[in-house]
């Protein structure tokens, strides 16, 4: 069993739609990142979080550490919102593991 | 200031030859760190490593593969006589400390 299990795997939604993304996981850990991968892979770092709950526009992420699960929310989805949503653990100081991620389409 | 920065993007090479990918973190970053992600896979880290130190290389093959990040020039990871299984995109990520990560666009490995 992967240590970073993220839920759904692929996702489809339609303009405008709120999509939540799922991601548990099974290991201490001393931050969670949110990670945004579009076509031709460039990674960019959407959030840190070690507790609570973070906004950036229309995306926010929240954490649960007592239940080890994080979610993150992209409210009045874009179609330029389709990428691969990619949930990562800190677990220590130095390693990062990752879940496979999920691949979101928004259709116009 | 410019974010992390890779080179080259793509890099073709035959079985055999070495491959030297490259990260200049960003400035400031005294941080850096290397993940490899295989074709259908997700990201596996490598390496983490602090100005002329290896701090921890537990994600590294334990042949072929090396790393350095040296006092003056960007952070370099070889990959000596390439195999087809090599070909990945490698991802170097930069932090001003444990924590916070800001990801280059990639090197993309193609072994022939």
């Known amino acids: 069993k992967n240590e970073v299990e993220q839920s759904p795997q692929n996702l489809t939604a339609q303009e405008g739609e709120f999509i939540t993304i799922n991601c548990s996981y099974s290991v201490g850990i001393s931050a969670l990142h949110w990670l945004q991968q579009h076509p031709g892979g460039g990674i960019v770092s959407l959030f840190m979080?070690?507790?609570g709950k973070k906004k950036h526009g229309r995306l926010i992420a929240t954490i649960n550490i007592q239940e080890k699960h994080s979610s993150l929310h992209i409210t009045a989805s874009h179609p330029r919102d389709s990428a691969v949503y990619i949930c990562?653990?800190?677990?220590?100081?130095?390693?990062?593991?990752f879940g496979a991620g999920t691949r979101l389409t928004v259709k116009p | 200031n410019a974010g992390v920065m890779q080179n080259p993007r793509h890099l073709v090479r035959r079985r055999g030859q070495e491959a030297r990918l490259r990260c200049s973190p960003m400035?400031?970053?005294?941080?850096v760190y290397w993940y490899r992600q295989l074709p259908e896979e997700g990201l596996k880290f490598m390496v983490y490593?602090?100005?002329?130190?290896?701090?921890?290389e537990s994600g590294m093959p334990k042949e072929r593969f090396s790393a350095e990040f040296p006092k003056e020039g960007p952070s370099i990871l070889r990959i000596q006589q390439v195999v087809r299984g090599d070909s990945a995109a490698y991802f170097c990520?930069?932090?001003?400390?444990?924590?916070?990560?800001?990801f280059g666009q990639g090197t993309r490995l193609t072994v022939v």
């Open positions: 400035k400031g970053h005294s941080h």
């Open positions: 990520a930069s932090s001003p400390w444990v924590g916070e990560a800001f």
């Open positions: 979080l070690s507790s």
């Open positions: 490593l602090q100005k002329e130190n290896i701090i921890d």
């Open positions: 990562a653990v800190r677990v220590g100081n130095n390693d990062m593991r």
